[in-house]
């Protein structure tokens, strides 16, 4: 065990090998678009069912390979597809039965992922098949980065441009309708970007890890601020930073970086429910004889 610790590179000689860049440079592309898309994930509640949406990438990367075989496009597309047939599908059903969407999407992506599942065996592809559940972003390519750099920079500037349209409209949705705001066009613009981020950060944390990356980092801020703007640019940040960490801690603990990610951000959203000066768990020993809950005293201040 000596012998095999002593033959690893030092965290500098990693660092200087490119595969060690490129993951570094991925850690701070997809934590901050992650980040930032997290902000309108958690303002609009919708935390399930950005999970379910990152679960039904698997079916649609099946098909992929089948169909087209193992390529980074057709990966990409396969993955789009797929989240925008259980996403639809579940709005259709919901309209056309008594079922709600919530239930329906559920239905349609725990049998899309069990079929996924069973192609994908079949395909014998169980190597990449772990890397799809579960993430590998030292193994990212320079294809990989370039997609990921094209998305976090749409996802961004889409986001940053109809923040102020978005914002009336998670608060205040009749009075957005009243002012002429597109509501229904924002609905798809919105989702098409959490799509379009999810499939960035595939590659990076995997389809069952990335719900935690795309909601943790605003879900943390949540607890910091009542301004709904820093909501993004602090839950960029707080992705990009809890990732960097994440890929500094794992390489000498001998960790994966994906399952790193998730635990950092989660420490970090901890760190924020017990000691929040406005909401922290910690202001109950504050209060003496009587007793407030966190966030009772008004979210306005």
Not at 89 to 109: C, E, K, N, P
Request: aromatic share 10%; glycine share 10%.
């Amino acid at each position: 065990m000596d012998a095999a610790t002593q033959s690893l590179p030092t965290l500098a000689d990693f660092l200087a090998e490119p595969i060690a860049k490129r993951a570094l440079l991925a850690c701070v592309m997809i934590g901050f678009s992650n980040g930032f898309v997290s902000a309108f994930v958690v303002l609009r509640k919708s935390a399930l069912k950005v999970g379910t949406l990152s679960h039904a990438l698997l079916p649609g990367i099946a098909l992929a390979v089948l169909m087209a075989g193992l390529t980074q496009w057709s990966l990409l597309g396969g993955a789009v597809f797929a989240a925008l047939i259980v996403g639809l599908g579940s709005v259709f059903l919901s309209r056309t039965s008594r079922l709600d969407q919530d239930t329906a999407m559920g239905i349609l992506y725990t049998t899309a992922f069990a079929g996924g599942y069973i192609i994908l065996q079949r395909l014998s592809v169980r190597q990449k098949l772990d890397e799809w559940l579960f993430g590998s972003i030292v193994g990212m390519a320079d294809s990989d980065l370039w997609i990921a750099f094209g998305i976090s920079v749409v996802a961004v500037l889409t986001l940053t441009a109809l923040q102020r349209p978005l914002l009336i409209y998670l608060f205040e949705p009749n009075i957005a309708a009243s002012l002429g705001v597109p509501v229904r066009l924002l609905n798809y613009a919105t989702f098409a970007v959490v799509i379009l981020v999810l499939v960035s950060s595939l590659q990076a944390v995997g389809c069952i890890l990335s719900v935690g990356l795309m909601v943790a980092p605003a879900a943390t801020v949540y607890l910091l601020t009542d301004n709904a703007r820093t909501l993004f640019w602090g839950g960029g940040i707080i992705g990009a930073i809890g990732s960097v960490t994440a890929f500094f801690l794992s390489y000498p603990l001998g960790w994966s970086v994906s399952a790193t990610i998730i635990l950092v951000l989660g420490a970090f959203f901890v760190l924020a429910y017990v000691f929040s000066p406005r909401y922290g768990l910690i202001r109950w020993g504050r209060r003496g004889d009587k007793v407030v809950a966190p966030g009772a005293a008004g979210g306005n201040g």
